[in-house]
């Protein structure tokens, strides 16, 4: 190889990592931008994620909580900022990873690949839903019926820390969240060839056992949160062969077309 042909081959090189350089700024100052919002509004958005509480409660005088450091608030705050930081910024960094990329990918890769970018975020919405109104007032539930209030006997009452509730109701969310994403990973292993719909069907009690044990993993260490993330993954595991069934209809139909 020549020295100009060597020349010529940094050229690129360099202009996509200047590019990668710039889409990387713009996805760290979305996700700084958003913690200093989240961060301004932290105590109302903790306030927003005590409604689980809440609802298990049934009255806001009994929703109690404690912090026993002094910094534990302050720490709590920027771990909640954080948190929502990632949140809210992913659409900016989906969408420069998307634009990273897009320029490498044929027309038809583009147009397959959009609806997952729709999806993902829907989905992991959806995810966060099933926490804040299902998994999480059950845990919450449970826990409170755990309490000791026996006149003549010791008192034994739940008193959460702000740190941990925050733990746990984001350690759920992040669960469930990606979780939720299983029918988007399926279907894309299925569009690369990876995976067909029979696979899937061949493979069904090896996936629930392995559900049941990511559920184990992800989750606090209780039958409620594992069997909460469980029964809606293994659902969505049989929406996902249906969903892998029709993009092999489609593209059967599409072949037939162009055979025809």
Do not use: W
Request: charged share 15%.
């Amino acid at each position: 190889m020549t020295h100009e042909d060597i020349e010529a081959t940094k050229a690129p090189l360099i202009e996509h990592l200047i590019e990668l350089r710039a889409r990387l700024i713009k996805a760290l100052a979305a996700f700084v931008v958003m913690f200093l919002v989240c961060y301004g509004f932290s105590q109302q958005i903790y306030n927003v994620l005590l409604v689980p509480y809440r609802l298990a409660a049934g009255d806001i005088n009994q929703v109690k909580l404690i912090y026993t450091a002094p910094l534990e608030i302050l720490f709590t705050h920027i771990k909640l900022a954080a948190f929502g930081a990632a949140f809210f910024s992913f659409p900016v960094v989906a969408t420069q990873i998307y634009k990273f990329v897009a320029p490498g990918l044929y027309k038809n890769e583009k147009d397959a690949f959009r609806p997952f970018l729709v999806a993902t975020p829907i989905l992991f919405l959806v995810g966060a839903a099933v926490v804040f109104f299902i998994a999480m007032p059950l845990v919450m539930r449970f826990s409170i019926g755990q309490q000791q209030l026996i006149e003549g006997e010791a008192s034994i009452q739940l008193l959460p820390k702000v740190s941990e509730y925050l733990s746990l109701i984001m350690t759920l969310i992040f669960a469930f969240g990606i979780s939720f994403q299983l029918p988007v990973i399926l279907t894309l292993l299925a569009k690369a060839g990876f995976i067909d719909s029979q696979f899937l069907k061949d493979k069904r009690r090896y996936a629930i056992v392995l559900v049941f044990v990511a559920a184990a993993i992800l989750t606090p260490p209780d039958v409620i949160s594992q069997l909460s993330l469980a029964i809606p993954t293994l659902l969505l595991y049989e929406a996902s062969v249906i969903a892998v069934r029709m993009a092999e209809k489609k593209r059967d139909q599409a072949a037939a077309d162009a055979g025809g």
